[in-house]
């Protein structure tokens, strides 16, 4: 007795070359991985020049969420604060910051990079960005109009010990 084999069916090839060939033309994907958890924020943030002294500090971005608050000193005397969070999900997220407590003012995330980032509302008054970045022991924030014309810079040393 010949026993016949069934022909082979080859829509399983094609399904999985179509699945490659897709895979390997779609664009590189800019959700946070491990690399890019913006840990790098993470630290004691202390202004280098004199009065005012600007502190901010961040935990880490345990949970897709990064906690932060910022306080401003004149002659040693608290004149400002501010409490932060970055909310991360995927490839999205945002930046929510409450100056004095007040509700929160929220920008979407709109860039990020291996040490910066940055955060945009086109609605808010000011400012309309947010941009972080980290060189070293070095953290600098720029807040600025959407056209980048009206801009204040903030550049924080890493507390140590």
């Excluded at 306080?71 to 999900?89: H, K, P, Q, W, Y």
């Amino acid at each position: 007795m010949i026993t016949r084999k069934p022909a082979r069916s080859h829509v399983n090839d094609h399904l999985a070359l179509a699945a490659l060939v897709i895979a390997a033309c779609a664009p590189a994907s800019s959700a946070l991985g491990q690399d890019d958890t913006l840990d790098w924020m993470t630290g004691h943030w202390r202004s280098t020049g004199g009065d005012p002294v600007i502190e901010e500090v961040w935990t880490d971005s345990a949970g897709g969420l990064l906690l932060g608050v910022n306080r401003t000193r004149v002659d040693g005397s608290a004149v400002g604060f501010e409490f932060l969070r970055i909310e991360l999900a995927g490839e999205t997220g945002r930046y929510c910051a409450q100056p004095g407590g007040r509700p929160a003012s929220c920008f979407e995330l709109v860039e990020r990079g291996a040490s910066s980032v940055r955060f945009e509302n086109p609605d808010h008054d000011f400012p309309n960005v947010i941009a972080y970045s980290r060189e070293g022991d070095v953290m600098t924030a720029v807040i600025s109009d959407m056209s980048g014309e009206q801009a204040m810079s903030f550049a924080w040393t890493l507390v140590t010990g």
